[in-house]
């Protein structure tokens, strides 16, 4: 995985989070809108339909009842009953013709008997009664029309019209002084007594008028049935979002953790300013003045602080020894540059390297590069032998460094691998003395004991000394009876920022 793929912070995956809820709660209404555009655009249909279906039955029973009047026949003869049988061939719907008054009575076509009746209002001369109009097509019989003594019959699937598909209707008639409810469910007493009174009638409500009569369709869709087809949508989306919000979780989980990963922060931090640039004072103990510093790194992100500790071998562990020295002595160079030109003083920068880096020619490339740079400084680079070094490759180096003006060091002196034979091989200019050797020495130390023997060896050796760790006065006094030059420690500054290390570079006296 390289750095760039690893974006993911805490801030990030809840905007990312928030933006898939926003997402969806868009998508939802959306989805809503849409599904509430496609009901009302099918109650529409369905009641222009009703309309069409009961204009069809009127115009063609009225039509009939017509042609039936102008036959002159006796009731019930045989022109009658012929004329009945000839107009009934010519009917769409019509299935059968009854003739009833007083004791005449004959009828034409297939005619099964309804078992139930409910008459309808009179309209127009028409009387309109429908038979077992229920919810279920399967069950009924059919549509029986009176008119004046004839009674047509229609056919079940013509009632079936009435049945429209799942929502409740009402046909009624709408003349200028009659508003005559027909079938269906008047809408004025829908819900009313089932209800509580908080449950809204209708959720959706269409209403239909016939242009050429004044037959006029409500429809409307109950709360119940609004709900149901959302429930059905709210499964589906929210199975499907659900199912999307975890692997997209999964993902971004994946890669937070990844992201939480040493390593990877490291990496991000290497090219998004996780690093940056602490300075300790380096003093000449017998005056306290301040000669130069050392650049320590520093890291923090998203996550918090890392200690040089923890980062530094995880450095190492991802090879990025290189660029992170380069970040930081970049960086260092760049500020205390500034801060030697802005007090007038020629300062020591003191900064580390890996053993790995010290045999390596772009590292000392690099140096070559920044150091023209550094007018007013004097760069020190400090080796810890945490790792041994290749003693033969690193004389090269050193010599020419030394030959640009770069001093070399030997950190921690004490620790690690450092020893004298490294001493005597490489050439160095200064000793960094471990501050354990420090820690302890004004109450007599064993570590500490060595320490007039750490000094002779310098001086035989022609190496400037500089003793780490000086935190009490105590530490400096004996430091310096024994010859120490140069020192740093808590006593005189902790680590800090380039902008406190020119403050206290402002107050120093000691000049
Ligand atoms: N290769 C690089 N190594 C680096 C770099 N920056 C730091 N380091 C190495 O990390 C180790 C820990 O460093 P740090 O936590 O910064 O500790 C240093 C000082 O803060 C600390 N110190 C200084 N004075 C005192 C003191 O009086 N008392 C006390 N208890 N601690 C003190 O000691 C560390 C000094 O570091 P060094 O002189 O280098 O030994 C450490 O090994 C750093 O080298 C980097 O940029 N590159």
Known sequence: MTSKEITYTKKELASFFRLIGGTFICVWLLISAIVIWDIANELTEDAEEL?????????????????????????????????????????????????????????????????????????????????SLSARPEDIVGLEVNHGDYRFIYPSKVSAAFLLLNVDFELYFDAETVNQHLIGMPLEHRYYDEHASWWPDYALLVKSCSSNSAYCSILTYSPRQFLGVFIDWIGAISGIASLAAYLVYRLLKRRYQSRRDIGHRLLYGLENQGFYCQ??????????????????????????????????????????????????????????????????????LNFNVFPQDFINDQFWAFV????????????????????????SESKRYTEQAQKNGIRIAMDDFGSGYSNLLSIQALNYDILKIDQSFIRGLENDAIV???????????????????????????????LIELGVQLGQGWLFGKPMSASDFKALLRDDRSE
């Open 368 to 391: 070559d590069e920044v150091s023209a740079k550094s007018h007013h400084l004097n760069l020190v680079v400090e080796i810890t032998e945490d790792q041994p070094l290749d003693i």
């Open 279 to 348: 300075y300790q004072p380096i003093i000449e103990l017998k005056t306290g003045k301040i000669v130069g510093c050392e650049v320590l790194a520093r890291f923090r992100d998203d996550f918090g602080h890392l200690s040089p500790y923890h980062f530094i071998p995880e450095i190492s562990a991802i090879k990025q020894t290189l660029p992170f020295t380069r970040l930081i002595v970049e960086q260092a160079i760049s500020e205390i540059n500034q801060v030697a030109e802005s007090t007038s003083k020629q300062l020591k």
């Open 448 to 478: 500490s004991s060595l320490l007039p023997n750490i000094i002779d060896i310098s001086r035989k050796y022609e190496l400037d000394v500089v003793a780490e760790g000086i935190e009490h006065e105590a530490q400096r006094d004996i």
């Open 51 to 131: 309309i069409e279906r009961i204009e069809a039955v009127h115009y063609e029973g009225r039509a009939l009842a017509k042609n039936l009047q102008g036959v002159s026949a006796a009731p019930c003869s045989e022109i009658h009953r012929k004329a009945m049988l000839k107009f009934l061939n010519q009917q769409a719907f019509i299935q059968a013709i009854n003739y009833s008054a007083g004791n005449v009575a004959c009828e034409v076509g297939t005619y099964a008997p309804f078992d139930t009746q409910r008459t309808l209002h009179h309209i127009e001369h028409f009387d309109l009664t429908i038979n």
